[in-house]
């Protein structure tokens, strides 16, 4: 079983950064891909990074063009989504969640937080 809680959201003006931090309980959280998904309202969840258990693969959603990056402590049990030159398109509710399987398909994982709510202003 594994227990997720993010945070780190807020409200930031265009062109500005926040880091999400999603910490994991659970004995098995080194051994599960690691992923961060959004929602924004009216529209359906979106892949935005993922980083896989051994923390030497990254994969990013086509939108992110360099703006996001994903990384994980297994010490602390976190996984990070530094966003960067964020755009009021960004805005949305962030997910962390966690799977064996992993990749850009939410149904691969296991384990969801409660989301985190990001708004960013023009």
């Known amino acids: 079983q594994v227990q997720l809680v993010e945070s780190g959201g807020g409200l930031v003006q265009a062109g500005g950064s926040l880091r999400l931090s999603c910490v994991a309980s659970?004995?098995?959280?080194?051994?599960?891909?690691m992923g961060w998904f959004r929602q924004a309202p009216g529209k359906e969840r979106e892949f935005v990074a993922a980083?896989?258990?051994?923390?030497?693969?990254?994969y990013y959603g086509d939108f992110v063009k360099g703006r996001f990056t994903i990384s994980r402590y297994g010490a602390k049990n976190t996984t990070y989504l530094q966003m960067n030159s964020l755009k009021p398109e960004d805005t949305a509710v962030y997910y962390c969640?966690?799977?064996?399987?992993?990749?850009?398909?939410?149904?691969?994982?296991?384990?969801w937080g409660q989301g985190t709510q990001v708004t960013v202003s023009s």
């Open positions: 969640a966690a799977g064996w399987r992993g990749g850009v398909n939410g149904a691969s994982y296991d384990y």
């Open positions: 980083v896989t258990w051994s923390a030497e693969n990254t």
């Open positions: 659970g004995r098995t959280f080194s051994t599960y891909t």
